[in-house]
């Protein structure tokens, strides 16, 4: 596993952006190799969103050859509500690209038969080849999409009750009302993630330190389903100082001596612009 510390949040989402790039630049997506490409919801990619959107004003990427899978959306909430993830979504980035809207997919909540919708999923990224960049958050208490605490760690696309945790901290969205918190969500599985070629967490603030800590200090364990992708053979963490305010100072400076290799993963070939 890969940890990149970088200095700030803002950093965390400028190397995250410059690692998509590079990535889908490298892959040359065409017609007939389409990039797929996992993406997350909540306030920690916004500054890489914001960032994709900016390298594609300035010419540096197309997203017309990539296909998207989101991680998660709420149930029952319409698809319009400005807390629902295909809003979030289209307001944060797809509106702003030039991606195909047949190529992305996020889970509708709001489908008759929810458990054939999440199957549908699964079977739609298997049909696009798997997923080749998997990017995602964490909660504090180490959850990944809507995959809490217990969650079993080869678990597929499905329904999910929401810990009391998620709902509280989700409340900050649904006017501080915890009773208007949606209180299911259809979540891709730890084991859907598990199966992408890569996957890239990005965990910042103060408030995710602990759950960083368990996720590369500690053994796998369930109660922490991101600790799972320690056994994934191409995991990058991305973090800020503040998240990694429970690891040891040793686990610290081991990751921050190797920044000089982290540093080459995002430079393009003779691009200054890629530069950190
Ligand atoms: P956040 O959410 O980015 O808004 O902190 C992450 C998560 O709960 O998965």
Redesign the pocket.
């Known amino acids: 596993m890969r940890l990149v510390i970088l200095d700030s949040s803002d950093k965390v989402a400028e190397w995250a952006a410059k690692y998509v790039l590079k990535r889908i630049n490298d892959f040359n997506p065409g017609p007939d190799k389409y990039f797929v490409l996992g993406l ?6 916004l500054g890489m969103y914001k960032k994709l959107i900016e390298f594609h004003k300035k010419g540096l990427i197309s997203f017309k050859y990539v296909k998207t899978f989101n991680m998660d959306e709420y149930v029952g909430l319409p698809r319009d509500h400005p807390e629902s993830y295909h809003y979030y979504m289209w307001n944060n980035l797809f509106k702003h690209i030039d991606i195909d809207p047949q190529n992305v997919h996020i889970l509708n909540g709001n489908a008759k038969n929810l458990e054939v919708e999440c199957e549908l999923f699964e079977e739609n990224i298997k049909k696009s080849g798997g997923v080749e960049l998997f990017v ?5 208490d180490g ?3 809507f995959n809490e605490p217990g969650s079993s760690l080869v678990s597929r696309t499905r329904v999910k009750t929401l810990a009391q945790d ?1 709902l509280e ?1 989700n409340a900050r969205f649904f006017d501080n009302d915890v009773s208007k918190v949606p209180k299911q969500a259809l979540t891709v599985g730890v084991g859907t993630v598990m199966d992408a070629r890569e996957v890239m967490v ?1 965990i910042t ?1 103060a408030h ?1 330190s602990f759950a960083l800590y368990k996720a590369i200090e500690e053994g796998v364990n369930h109660m922490w389903t991101v600790s799972a992708f320690q056994q994934h053979p191409r995991t990058i963490m991305i973090c800020d100082e503040d998240a990694t305010l429970e690891l040891r100072v040793k686990t610290v400076k081991y990751f921050k001596a190797l920044y000089a290799v982290h540093k080459k993963l995002i430079v393009g070939e003779g691009s200054q612009q890629n530069e950190p």
């Open positions: 997350p919801t909540g306030g920690t990619p995602g958050g964490i909660g504090p959850h990944i999409a998620t901290a990005l603030g995710k």
